[in-house]
């Protein structure tokens, strides 16, 4: 069975400039999350899914980052505009439920801001 | 939300087992303690979770105190693979913390 996938795996633009990322989720998972990794630390949550619905985006920098999951299935992530300080991995996990299942995580995309 | 404290490194013989300890003093009853770790460059590993029982796998055993203020991941039989960063968090607040930096040495 598939793990999580997430694209592109790396993405190099400049500050200003828009950017999407893509997950897909385990089918049949119905919790997922993006989560920011900078160097050296642990991975910080920005938003989690329950379906279609998110249910903690306390975390997630509006003016400027935004997520949707339509269908309840696949994710994207977006940041527009791109800053300096946004370049970092960003990190797709997914579960059956929160709370009581382990998270799958993809490889992330690595991302740098020039 | 609940909140884990983890020492910033260890370091373990190849062959014996390694003690990885975590805080989480202020867990909610409800709240799972979990563990993952993660090596360069990949995302975190889950290793193993529980509430307040002790858990074995394949991977490694999960010691939480009675009060379930803390516990303790051990890898029985180290090995060179097992070099990583170790994740505790806990469920609710999704707060991985820096974790612990595990070396595994011959």
């Known amino acids: 069975e598939a793990g999580v996938v997430q694209s592109p795996r790396y993405k190099i633009i400049e500050k200003k400039q828009p950017v999407a990322f893509w997950c897909n989720p385990i089918s049949g998972h119905n919790t997922l999350y993006w989560y920011l990794q900078n160097l050296g630390q642990g991975p910080e949550l920005l938003i989690r899914?329950?379906?279609?619905?998110?249910?903690?985006d306390s975390q997630l920098p509006k003016d400027r980052f935004s997520a949707e999951r339509l269908k309840g299935v696949d994710s994207t992530l977006k940041i527009q505009p791109a800053e300096l300080g946004d370049s970092a991995v960003y990190l797709c996990a997914s579960s059956l439920q929160a709370n009581r299942d382990e998270q799958f995580f993809g490889p992330g995309t690595r991302l740098t801001v020039l | 939300d609940a909140k884990t404290t983890q020492p910033p490194s260890m370091d373990c013989a190849e062959g014996r087992a390694a003690n990885l300890p975590c805080n989480h003093s202020t867990i909610s009853g409800n709240e799972y303690v979990y563990w993952y770790r993660q090596i360069h460059s990949q995302g975190p590993q889950y290793i193993i979770h529980?509430?307040?029982n002790n858990e074995t796998n394949e991977m490694a055993s999960l010691i939480i105190t009675e009060d379930r203020k803390s516990s303790t991941l051990i890898l029985p039989h180290a090995t060179l693979r097992d070099t990583a960063v170790y994740y505790c968090?806990?469920?609710?607040?999704?707060?991985f913390g820096a974790g612990t930096r595990l070396t595994v040495k011959p």
């Open positions: 529980g509430l307040k």
């Open positions: 968090i806990v469920s609710l607040g999704l707060r």
């Open positions: 899914y329950e379906n279609e619905e998110a249910v903690d």
